[in-house]
């Protein structure tokens, strides 16, 4: 019954392989869940969008209200600058939130539990972020480095740890999301293994732990998707209104 | 008894709760490169078209929905101010109609009212007048009576007296005697009679 909490991220075939070259791009469980996410945000926000209605119905409300929040978001965060880099942000945004909110389903599988799915995701931003700032600055937006108002004698120091920090923004970006999702899906898997191993009798305390975890695991599936969209956001800050 | 069951159970559920971390076959299977090439394969492409989908067909269309409808949403306000104002200056116009014609009321009364005085003064002039006049009139009229009054009374004096005489005495009296003797009478208490 109890199984090992790390084989719900193994990652298998569905239907046959397919090669391009030396790849192998065969369709998977994670590909499954992408298809799945992408085409219920897709149904959900088409519905929304389709009835201009004066009272708004519940789907074309939660549509505008999703909207609105990311639109908020990114105004808050990176200005009227970053307009033209909405639709990425809210893509991002809801990519990230259905892949996690499927993961709570029982017997899914979380796509953002991976870390190479959260780490192409966190290069897109990353080389997206640095490219928009090369267009808008030109090599000054090399002045990232170079904080203004630090001693002459510490500024190789500080440019060095400037420019690591900077380098280890998809890292982080990438591996928070990943580690909050398989750390929670690992203690929830524990928690229910220890539900089925304590029985009847000793049972009830782990799954009590567990229902508890659903609702904490559904909570931070919405706020690491909250997380990564704003540290994009404040990435495209940095790259849109160069402070330093 | 039950106790005994009791530890025993709780004693073989610690022999399962080894299998819970028992599986320990290869540890993370997301550093297993073997699927990386397809995750990032599918990523690009589901991700891409969700971008694609949601910038060029969804995303307009709901900020086209909000957009109208906060243009409504103004639009109805604005027509609600400008209703609000039109109300407002008509109920102003109505106020200034009632006090012009509160006004014009008091106007009338006042008019209409001098009007009433001044024909209830006229009238009492002209009644004063007639009055003073019939009194002047009568006034006469009594001087007239009071001048003829003592010719009167002495005739009727003489008359009654000679009546009296007639019946006292029995016989006739010549009229001319008692008038005689009334005239001297009434000479000489005149003034008592009539004070002057």
Same mark, same amino acid.
């Given at each position: 019954?109890?199984?090992?909490?790390?084989?719900?991220?193994?990652?298998?075939?569905? $239907?046959?392989?397919?090669?391009?070259?030396?790849?192998?791009?065969?369709?998977?469980?994670?590909?499954?869940?992408?298809?799945?996410?992408?085409?219920?945000?897709?149904?959900?926000?088409?519905?929304?969008?389709?009835?201009?209605?004066?009272?708004?119905?519940?789907?074309?409300?939660?549509?505008?209200?999703?909207?609105?929040?990311?639109?908020?978001?990114?105004?808050?965060?990176?200005?009227?600058?970053?307009?033209?880099?909405?639709?990425?942000?809210?893509?991002?945004?809801?990519?990230?939130?259905?892949?996690?909110?499927?993961?709570?389903?029982?017997?899914?599988?979380?796509?953002?539990?991976?870390?190479?799915?959260?780490?192409?995701?966190?290069?897109?931003?990353?080389?997206?972020?640095?490219?928009?700032?090369?267009?808008?600055?030109?090599?000054?937006?090399?002045?990232?480095?170079?904080?203004? $108002?630090?001693?002459?004698?510490?500024?190789?120091?500080?440019?060095?740890?400037?420019?690591?920090?900077?380098?280890?923004?998809?890292?982080?970006?990438?591996?928070?999301?990943?580690?909050?999702?398989?750390?929670?899906?690992?203690?929830?898997?524990?928690?229910?293994?220890?539900?089925?191993?304590?029985?009847?009798?000793?049972?009830?305390?782990?799954?009590?732990?567990?229902?508890?975890?659903?609702?904490?695991?559904?909570?931070?599936?919405?706020?690491?998707?909250?997380?990564?969209?704003?540290?994009?956001?404040?990435?495209?800050?940095?790259?849109?209104?160069?402070?330093? | 008894?039950?106790?005994?069951?009791?530890?025993?159970?709780?004693?073989?559920?610690?022999?399962?709760?080894?299998?819970?971390?028992?599986?320990?076959?290869?540890?993370?299977?997301?550093?297993?490169?073997?699927?990386?090439?397809?995750?990032?394969f599918w990523l690009t492409l589901t991700f891409g078209i969700l971008y694609m989908v949601l910038s060029k067909l969804?995303?307009?269309?709901?900020?086209?929905?909000?957009?109208?409808?906060?243009?409504?949403?103004?639009?109805?306000?604005?027509?609600?101010?400008?209703?609000?104002?039109?109300?407002?200056?008509?109920?102003?116009?109505?106020?200034?109609?009632?006090?012009?014609?509160?006004?014009?009321?008091?106007?009338?009364?006042?008019?209409?009212?001098?009007?009433?005085?001044?024909?209830?003064?006229?009238?009492?002039? =002209?009644?004063?007048?007639?009055?003073?006049?019939?009194?002047?009139? =009568?006034?006469?009229?009594?001087?007239?009576?009071?001048?003829?009054?003592?010719?009167?009374?002495?005739?009727?004096?003489?008359? =009654?007296?000679?009546?009296?005489?007639?019946?006292?005495?029995?016989?006739?009296?010549?009229?001319?005697?008692?008038?005689?003797?009334?005239?001297?009478?009434?000479?000489?208490?005149?003034?008592?009679?009539?004070?002057?």
């Amino acid at each position: 019954m109890a199984t090992n909490p790390m084989t719900q991220f193994e990652v298998y075939r569905i $239907g046959p392989e397919i090669k391009i070259g030396i790849f192998d791009i065969s369709f998977t469980n994670a590909s499954l869940f992408m298809v799945i996410s992408s085409i219920a945000i897709l149904i959900v926000f088409n519905l929304g969008a389709k009835k201009n209605l004066m009272l708004p119905n519940k789907l074309q409300l939660l549509a505008e209200i999703s909207y609105s929040f990311v639109s908020k978001m990114i105004s808050d965060t990176a200005g009227s600058k970053a307009k033209p880099y909405f639709a990425f942000i809210f893509s991002l945004f809801m990519f990230v939130l259905f892949c996690n909110m499927f993961g709570m389903i029982p017997y899914t599988f979380t796509v953002t539990s991976h870390i190479i799915v959260t780490f192409v995701l966190a290069a897109f931003v990353f080389i997206g972020v640095t490219i928009i700032g090369f267009i808008k600055h030109g090599f000054g937006y090399l002045k990232l480095f170079v904080p203004s $108002g630090v001693p002459i004698v510490l500024l190789p120091l500080i440019v060095i740890i400037e420019i690591i920090s900077y380098l280890s923004r998809p890292i982080s970006l990438s591996v928070r999301l990943f580690a909050n999702m398989m750390a929670g899906h690992t203690m929830m898997k524990v928690f229910g293994g220890f539900v089925v191993s304590l029985g009847i009798l000793g049972g009830w305390l782990p799954l009590s732990f567990s229902v508890a975890l659903t609702g904490l695991e559904i909570l931070v599936a919405f706020l690491q998707a909250y997380v990564f969209a704003i540290l994009t956001c404040i990435y495209l800050n940095d790259a849109l209104n160069l402070h330093h | 008894m039950i106790k005994k069951i009791f530890f025993q159970l709780i004693f073989f559920n610690f022999f399962f709760l080894k299998e819970v971390f028992a599986a320990e076959n290869g540890g993370m299977p997301q550093l297993n490169p073997e699927f990386w090439i397809s995750q990032i394969f599918w990523l690009t492409l589901t991700f891409g078209i969700l971008y694609m989908v949601l910038s060029k067909l969804i995303l307009p269309k709901i900020s086209a929905n909000l957009e109208s409808r906060k243009f409504q949403i103004q639009d109805n306000i604005e027509a609600a101010e400008k209703q609000r104002e039109d109300s407002e200056s008509k109920l102003k116009e109505y106020e200034e109609i009632v006090f012009k014609s509160k006004l014009e009321a008091k106007k009338i009364f006042k008019d209409s009212r001098e009007k009433v005085i001044k024909d209830i003064n006229n009238k009492k002039e =002209t009644l004063e007048k007639q009055i003073n006049e019939e009194i002047k009139k =009568t006034e006469k009229e009594i001087e007239v009576v009071k001048k003829k009054a003592p010719e009167k009374i002495n005739k009727i004096a003489i008359e =009654t007296s000679s009546e009296l005489v007639k019946k006292i005495i029995g016989a006739e009296i010549n009229n001319s005697s008692i008038s005689a003797i009334v005239d001297d009478l009434s000479k000489k208490n005149r003034s008592r009679y009539y004070g002057n």
